[in-house]
């Protein structure tokens, strides 16, 4: 049971603020820490739940800044992907206790800080040449699964986006389009497997302003803030987060 009290919305608010700003302006990439915060208190299910609706308002928020600035083969390859990558993920939750889950999305948090941490010290090394066609749909499928479980899609899909060397407006308007439809893809495996509640669905409509806000926020910070600073901080978020998900799940 979802406990709609004012802690929850105090941490939620925030939370779901980020991640609008995350999806309207940093390429999606970091978003799902809105759902790692939740799952810190609620169980993971119903954190996935309460999140989707919420990143849905947001895609519909962002497709208007950046309409028609997508490639849409580029995109069409990743969404194609991320249909088989969402069934694969809704298979595995049907499958799967709530202690697992939180250890998948801490360790998907940790994962994502590494990697990024990889790239800026050169030890991998994106956008040298493009990658080929093929490998879009894989890491589509990638990204399907991983937004499935956690809502992290972003990251698989930035490893054949970047390779493409996009500008920046580019690149966030191909993970608006591409999320857009993976999300849509996840609503139907979502309700099946319970993750939609009263509860969840009251919680929406109290957080859907907050998602458009964060919205509205990132699309101006796109153009204002550097990047640095904004993944400096979703890099500490992570960290705690993850490692406090993983020890509840192993606890």
């Not at 969404?79 to 990558?85: E, F, H, K, V, Y």
């Not at 994106?126 to 894989?138: M, Q, R, T, Y």
């Not at 986006?161 to 857009?180: D, E, G, M, P, R």
Request: proline share 5%.
């Amino acid at each position: 049971m979802l406990q709609l009290d004012f802690w929850f919305f105090a941490l939620a608010a925030p939370a779901v603020i980020f991640a609008g700003v995350s999806k309207g302006g940093f390429g999606s990439g970091a978003s799902f820490v809105a759902a790692s915060i939740l799952a810190l208190v609620i169980e993971p299910a119903l954190a996935l739940g309460v999140m989707l609706p919420l990143y849905m308002v947001i895609d519909a928020a962002s497709l208007r800044p950046f309409w028609g600035k997508w490639d849409w083969r580029v995109s069409g390859l990743l969404i194609a992907g991320g249909l088989p990558g969402v069934a694969l993920g809704a298979w595995l939750f049907s499958h799967t206790e709530p202690d697992a889950v939180r250890v998948l999305i801490g360790a998907i948090s940790l994962m994502f800080v590494a990697w990024q941490l990889a790239r800026a010290r050169g030890w991998v090394r994106l956008g040298e040449k493009a990658l080929p066609h093929w490998l879009g749909v894989v890491t589509g499928c990638v990204a399907g699964f991983t937004s499935f479980v956690s809502h992290a899609g972003g990251p698989p899909a930035a490893v054949y986006l970047l390779s493409l060397k996009f500008s920046k407006t580019q690149y966030q308007a191909n993970t608006v389009l591409i999320f857009t439809a993976i999300n849509i893809f996840k609503f139907v495996p979502y309700a099946f497997l319970g993750m939609f509640t009263v509860q969840t669905f009251t919680a929406n409509l109290v957080l859907a302003p907050f998602a458009v806000f964060g919205t509205w926020l990132g699309v101006k910070a796109h153009h204002l803030v550097p990047e640095r600073a904004f993944f400096m901080l979703t890099y500490v978020l992570l960290i705690v987060t993850g490692t406090k998900l993983i020890w509840d799940g192993l606890a």
